[in-house]
């Protein structure tokens, strides 16, 4: 099978980001993405709006990536698409048109779990970058997920520890907002931050048992502070600002940190690798480096194209569907929330 020629399309709209891409036998040919400013206005993103917005980028985007990997629509061995989880607006019209495109090319539709894909994109063929070996564990970080997943294969991933509330890029992104940063907030904390003070303003870290996360209490706390040096005094964020990001992404990396080790010890798997869109955070890349030496662990940082939403994930995890013949029927639908 490997020695097949295998073109996938894969079509990623799960967000607010209509991407397509073409993987060749495990190697990326395109991977084209649309992002959708209009939400910067709003503070985050409005799902009607989104879901408008794809529709008007589908055609062009995937005209565009067949264009640059330099193939025909008749090239395509099949269409990958993200069944969920994700808004579900934004999620349908991208099933509709994977399924529509597969029935009229009359080739395989491969439905993908977002989630999935995310840890999978780590099996991209990419120069300079190691695959992990099963089994090996994945933090999936991002604005709607917080996971530590255990993978012994392609598609046998077991969740151990997840958020009990906010995800952790929710928790950056209502920082920032405290803080009167603009939406995504997120990379503007971590630009802050790597020219403050880590240790400049002490955050309590929450107690939550076994491999699991909180992160509302500690938004909650970071508000209170916030609120409290303001009534003192009115330019506190404006002379504080890089120490307080600092501050607020050394406690969240301490507490993704703390967890990390403690499952590596649990499940003897030092094997370590991050995905999703946290995962381009400069604080997290560093530090996970660093715990190579410290800990003995092996790191698996994924480049930055596709930490964040993109197609090519979803490419790469149709590509390890359709070489196993897990192919979806037409029947097939979207769903908002999907396990793992």
């Given at each position: 099978?490997?020695?097949?020629?295998?073109?996938?399309?894969?079509?990623?709209?799960?967000?607010?980001?209509?991407?397509?891409?073409?993987?060749?036998?495990?190697?990326?040919?395109?991977?084209?993405?649309?992002?959708?400013?209009?939400?910067?206005?709003?503070?985050?993103?409005?799902?009607?709006?989104?879901?408008?917005?794809?529709?008007?980028?589908?055609?062009?985007?995937?005209?565009?990536?067949?264009?640059?990997?330099?193939?025909?629509?008749?090239?395509?061995?099949?269409v990958a698409f993200t069944r969920g989880p994700g808004l579900m607006?934004?999620?349908l019209v991208g099933t509709s048109f994977a399924k529509s495109l597969a029935l009229g090319l009359g080739i395989p539709l491969l439905d993908v779990n977002h989630m999935q894909a995310h840890i999978l994109a780590h099996f991209i063929e990419e120069e300079?970058?190691?695959?992990?070996?099963?089994?090996?564990?994945?933090?999936?970080?991002?604005?709607?997920?917080?996971?530590?997943?255990?993978?012994?294969?392609?598609?046998?991933?077991?969740?151990?520890?997840?958020?009990?509330?906010?995800?952790?890029?929710?928790?950056?992104d209502k920082s920032a907002k405290i803080l009167g940063l603009p939406y995504p907030g997120g990379p503007?904390?971590?630009?802050?931050?790597?020219?403050?003070?880590?240790?400049?303003?002490?955050?309590?870290?929450?107690?939550?048992?076994?491999?699991?996360?909180s992160f509302s209490g500690l938004k909650t706390s970071i508000l209170y502070f916030i609120q409290k040096q303001l009534k003192e005094d009115p330019q506190f964020i404006e002379k504080n600002l890089n120490d307080i990001c600092a501050s607020i992404q050394h406690t969240i990396i301490g507490i993704l940190m703390d967890k990390l080790k403690k499952a590596a010890k649990q499940t003897g798997i030092n094997q370590i690798a991050?995905?999703?869109?946290?995962?381009?955070?400069?604080?997290?890349?560093?530090?996970?480096?660093?715990?190579?030496?410290?800990?003995?662990?092996?790191?698996?940082?994924?480049?930055f194209e596709y930490t964040t939403d993109n197609a090519a994930m979803i490419a790469i995890a149709g590509h390890f569907k359709y070489i196993s013949g897990d192919y979806a029927d037409l029947g097939v639908t979207a769903k908002a929330r999907i396990k793992m």
């Open positions: 099978m490997a020695t097949q020629n295998i073109f996938i399309l894969g079509i990623e709209s799960s967000c607010d980001d209509t991407a397509a891409a073409v993987l060749h036998n495990g190697k990326i040919l395109s991977n084209v993405v649309a992002t959708q400013d209009i939400h910067k206005k709003y503070g985050g993103v409005v799902p009607e709006l989104a879901s408008r917005a794809h529709q008007q980028n589908i055609v062009p985007v995937i005209h565009e990536a067949l264009d640059q990997a330099g193939i025909s629509k008749n090239d395509l061995s099949a607006g934004s999620l300079g970058y190691d695959k992990p070996q099963f089994p090996f564990l994945a933090m999936t970080i991002s604005g709607g997920h917080t996971q530590i997943v255990k993978v012994s294969d392609y598609f046998a991933m077991e969740v151990i520890g997840q958020t009990l509330d906010d995800a952790v890029g929710e928790a950056f503007l904390v971590d630009k802050h931050a790597q020219l403050g003070n880590p240790k400049a303003f002490p955050f309590p870290k929450p107690k939550v048992g076994d491999l699991n996360f991050i995905a999703g869109g946290v995962s381009a955070n400069s604080g997290i890349r560093k530090t996970l480096k660093e715990a190579e030496n410290k800990y003995r662990w092996k790191t698996f940082i994924p480049k």
